[in-house]
């Protein structure tokens, strides 16, 4: 592994995917172990998409229900997790491309948890706008800052166009400040998405975004070394800094 240090960007390299993959579920259980000691509940939003699979499905191996950073016997705080969704898109929970059901079939079925520990993301009413609305209710029960959730953990991807979660460029999702989920049209895939904010990426205690392959390595490159970057992902600006996990693939135009 190799590590980059770029302002409030940590890059961890990594000789592939797989390995990628491995590192953030370590990653991410040493941090909710440790949050666990903290808060009687611990909070992550789970990202969408086919990196994080491995991830999920890492997170269920008996080696990494140990926290990577004492090597203690303190097995993973399942019992303690809660688990919302960064994103969604506007379709039964049942359908193919459900970040939900995604999640369900990787790991959430198989985890000794119960079923009033996830939180998916409201896609059943008659408008898209009204699911953003009853995800932030189910959000308030979360801490709270400047009126904002405070997730102890946020997993996210990014698309070659630079969106995260579903902060597309040239949406109006991107400039709202005053909401913690809204509904967005995405023109280009013709399709209703219901997201986080920004405000809410901003204040998680902890931020982490998975990029593999090569079709990421410009907007990669572009967002961690261009202080003006404007493509969604580049307007992250958490307070706890970014950590990034990255193959050699994505990371072949980093200097």
Known sequence: MKRLNFGQHRVFIYNSADELKRAAAEHLGAVCTARAKQAEKVSIALSGGSTPVGVYQNLLKADLLVSATDKSSTAFPWQQILFFFGDERYVPHDAPDSNYRMAKEAFLNSAPISSDQVYPVPTDCEQADACAQRYAEQLSELDQHNNMPVFDYILLGIGDDGHTASLFPNTSIINEKNKPTAAVYVEKLQTWRISLTFPVLNQARVCSVLVSGENKAAVLADVIQNDKNI?????????????????QAAASQLR
């Open 231 to 247: 493509c969604p992902v580049g307007r992250i600006e958490n307070k706890n800094g970014i950590n990034w996990f990255v193959d």
